[in-house]
């Protein structure tokens, strides 16, 4: 089982920049699809964005054009680069691996299987 640690989270004033990191335990297969997800209180776990094996990335209406997703499978790692931040992407962030291709759209809670613990972001206005 593929075990995954987030890093990377803290605080920003709106308009800045933070960039996650999510490192496996074990080799990121080809086959993984990996993605990004956040929870703010009182409110449901949304996908963010997601990647393939082919570095083909996808992401949430609500992150494109602000968002970036990478992955570098040397280092079983993949990032989420976070730039023009506002309030409203304040939440835990969570990694996930589903061992399945990528929709061509924001990653499905449900469809990820292995998890990891969350950090949390917090963008002041």
């Known amino acids: 089982q593929v075990q995954l640690v987030e890093s990377g989270g803290g605080s920003v004033q709106a308009g800045g920049s933070l960039r996650l990191s999510c490192t496996a335990s074990?080799?990121?297969?080809?086959?993984?699809?990996m993605g990004w997800f956040r929870q703010a209180p009182g409110k449901e776990r949304e996908g963010v964005a997601a990647i393939d094996s082919s570095a083909t990335g996808a992401y949430a209406d609500s992150v494109k054009g602000r968002f970036t997703i990478s992955r570098d499978t040397a280092k079983n790692t993949v990032y989420l680069q976070m730039d023009s931040m506002k309030a409203g992407d304040s939440a835990i962030y969570y990694c996930?691996?589903?061992?399945?291709?990528?929709?061509?759209?924001?990653?499905?809670?449900?469809?990820?299987?292995?998890w990891g613990q969350g950090t949390q972001v917090t963008v002041s206005s």
């Open positions: 996930a691996a589903a061992l399945a291709g990528c929709s061509s759209r924001a990653p499905v809670a449900r469809y990820f299987s292995n």
């Open positions: 074990a080799y990121i297969y080809r086959s993984y699809c």
